[in-house]
Structures are given as structure tokens and as C-alpha cells.
């Protein structure tokens, strides 16, 4: 059987080492697991091109609305986000839609001490964003601001936080030293684009700074809350947590979690 890593750019997914790590651990001796570049609007093309061989696809930006556009059935909290970071390969040959980010993002973040009532804020506004308002709402925040470049994007999450059940309030890309003080930060925005804020953000050494990028690793801004004394969480956490979510449903077998990890951790040059 077969599976990948879909989205643009690619060539840096730690994925593949994780996930056929898992196969070999668990004994899958005919499963693979590769990467697949591929922008937003090829994403419907690639999946119908695919045989009954494909197990599943994982999707990273900028696809995760498209696999949900295209799935024949969708889980409840994919709906809810209204993004899907998993495509499933069903028996009858339909493509079934998750996503694991939310279900990761509880995970690592209650590992880092996070509990009900905290306060959250998002930076970006796009699909792994919509995950972390879910997150949000799941650790049991009030509210949730989302700091972002342009209003209607932020405005384009709101049907994200009445789905799930939080209050949503958006707050411009600049100006933004006081949300670094929030119990929670969560940054889903790809590699470099937050870097600036690097230089205005006021960390609180009680916060929690979690963000998704992990390659280059520490980001300028995770380097300024590590100097803060923050609690700093890598995408490489979000990136376990989702891919065993990934890998049980395509398998339909437990996850070797700590091979898994194993891999992930002993291989992470650029070029992965």
C-alpha cells in the first residue's frame, strides 16, 4: 500500500522518515510512504489519478481546503474547520476527510500545561490556523484573537469559531506587542513570514509559544521567547502528533509512536 505527503514546498517534510518508520516497526513490510509536490488546484487531478493501492494522503499547505472540497465524506471536526489535513482511502475507492491537526494541537499544547480558560492568540489566518482555533475552543479558551495580515481573511475564520463554539476577534498584523502576552500564542504561518514580529513582540515569560514551523529551527520569533523564558513548542511536537493520527487511520493499526519519533528526531537536516 501506498501513501504521501502532498503540498508546496515539499522537499522539506520530515513526513516520509516519520510515517515508514511507523511501517517498519509495526511489521508493514508492503507499505510506502513518499512526497508528492503539489499546489492547491492540482490537488483534485492528483487524487483522481490515483489507484486503489493509495492507503491515504497527508496534506499540507496550501491544500487543506481543497481536500475537503473533494472528499466524498468528511469528519465532523474537518467540517467544523472547514480543512482537511487527511484524505483516506476508503474500501469502495471514496475519499474519506479529517483533520488531525486539532486533535495534535490539544495534545502538545496540554502537554505544555495548558488548561481550561487560558488566553489565545493565533498569528495568521489561513488553513492551519482554522485547526488552531478548533484547538482553542477544545482547551476550553473563551475567546480566541486572531493577528493577521488582511481583515477578511480573519473575517473568513469566524464561521470557523461559532462552529466550534468560541468568541473570535481579529487584531491587525501590526501593533501587536500585546498579544505576546497572552497564556498561549500560536504562530501557523509558513517560515520567514513571521520573523518581523521577532523584534515588537513583548513576551510574558509565562506564556506558551507554539509554532508550527520547524525547519530552520528556532525560528527568530521561538528565539526571542526561549531568550523571554517562554515554554516553546516546535512544529516537529505538531508534526508526531498528527502523523500517528495519520498513520492509524490509514493502517487501521496502533501507531509506533515512540519509532516514529525516534525518526523524526534523529533525521532533520533541511533537506528531509
Given at each position: 500500500?501506498?501513501?504521501?505527503?502532498?503540498?508546496?514546498?515539499?522537499?522539506?517534510?520530515?513526513?516520509?522518515?516519520?510515517?515508514?518508520a511507523g511501517?517498519?516497526?509495526?511489521?508493514?513490510?508492503?507499505?510506502?510512504?513518499?512526497?508528492?509536490?503539489?499546489?492547491?488546484?492540482?490537488?483534485?487531478?492528483l487524487?483522481?489519478?490515483?489507484?486503489?493501492?493509495?492507503?491515504?494522503?497527508s496534506?499540507?499547505?496550501?491544500?487543506?481546503?481543497?481536500?475537503?472540497?473533494?472528499?466524498?465524506?468528511?469528519?465532523?471536526?474537518?467540517?467544523?474547520?472547514?480543512?482537511?489535513?487527511?484524505?483516506?482511502?476508503?474500501?469502495?475507492?471514496?475519499?474519506f476527510?479529517?483533520?488531525?491537526?486539532?486533535?495534535?494541537?490539544?495534545?502538545?499544547?496540554?502537554?505544555?500545561?495548558?488548561?481550561?480558560?487560558?488566553?489565545?492568540?493565533?498569528?495568521?489566518?489561513?488553513?492551519?490556523?482554522?485547526?488552531?482555533?478548533?484547538?482553542a475552543?477544545?482547551?476550553g479558551?473563551?475567546?480566541?484573537?486572531?493577528?493577521?495580515?488582511?481583515p477578511?481573511?480573519?473575517?473568513?475564520?469566524?464561521?470557523?469559531?461559532?462552529?466550534?463554539?468560541?468568541?473570535?476577534?481579529?487584531?491587525?498584523?501590526?501593533?501587536?506587542?500585546?498579544?505576546?502576552?497572552?497564556?498561549?500564542?500560536?504562530?501557523?504561518?509558513?517560515?520567514?513570514?513571521?520573523?518581523?514580529?521577532?523584534?515588537?513582540f513583548?513576551?510574558?515569560?509565562?506564556?506558551?509559544?507554539?509554532?508550527?514551523?520547524?525547519?530552520?529551527?528556532?525560528?527568530?520569533?521561538?528565539?526571542?521567547?526561549?531568550?523571554?523564558?517562554?515554554?516553546?513548542?516546535?512544529?516537529?511536537?505538531?508534526?508526531?502528533?498528527?502523523?500517528?493520527?495519520?498513520?492509524?487511520?490509514?493502517?487501521?493499526?496502533a501507531?509506533?509512536?515512540a519509532?516514529?519519533?525516534?525518526a523524526?528526531?534523529?533525521?532533520?537536516?533541511?533537506?528531509?
Amino acid at each position: 500500500m501506498k501513501a504521501a505527503v502532498v503540498g508546496r514546498p515539499i522537499a522539506h517534510s520530515l513526513s516520509p522518515v516519520i510515517h515508514n518508520a511507523g511501517y517498519a516497526a509495526a511489521g508493514l513490510s508492503g507499505w510506502s510512504y513518499t512526497r508528492i509536490e503539489c499546489g492547491e488546484s492540482e490537488l483534485a487531478g492528483l487524487v483522481a489519478g490515483l489507484g486503489p493501492e493509495w492507503a491515504g494522503l497527508s496534506v499540507t499547505m496550501p491544500g487543506k481546503e481543497a481536500a475537503l472540497a473533494l472528499a466524498d465524506e468528511v469528519s465532523p471536526v474537518a467540517a467544523a474547520v472547514g480543512a482537511a489535513n487527511t484524505l483516506v482511502r476508503r474500501p469502495d475507492c471514496t475519499w474519506f476527510a479529517d483533520n488531525t491537526d486539532v486533535t495534535g494541537m490539544v495534545e502538545v499544547l496540554t502537554g505544555a500545561g495548558c488548561s481550561a480558560g487560558v488566553t489565545v492568540t493565533v498569528l495568521g489566518a489561513g488553513g492551519t490556523a482554522r485547526a488552531a482555533v478548533a484547538a482553542a475552543a477544545r482547551l476550553g479558551a473563551a475567546e480566541v484573537t486572531v493577528v493577521a495580515r488582511r481583515p477578511e481573511a480573519v473575517e473568513a475564520l469566524r464561521g470557523v469559531a461559532e462552529a466550534v463554539g468560541i468568541a473570535l476577534s481579529g487584531a491587525p498584523w501590526d501593533g501587536n506587542r500585546a498579544h505576546a502576552r497572552d497564556d498561549v500564542v500560536i504562530c501557523t504561518v509558513p517560515k520567514g513570514v513571521a520573523d518581523p514580529l521577532a523584534e515588537t513582540f513583548d513576551w510574558r515569560p509565562g506564556t506558551v509559544f507554539f509554532d508550527v514551523v520547524y525547519d530552520p529551527w528556532p525560528t527568530p520569533l521561538a528565539a526571542t521567547a526561549l531568550a523571554a523564558g517562554c515554554r516553546v513548542i516546535s512544529g516537529l511536537d505538531l508534526l508526531l502528533a498528527q502523523a500517528v493520527g495519520q498513520f492509524e487511520r490509514f493502517t487501521g493499526v496502533a501507531a509506533p509512536r515512540a519509532a516514529m519519533a525516534a525518526a523524526m528526531n534523529s533525521d532533520r537536516s533541511p533537506s528531509r
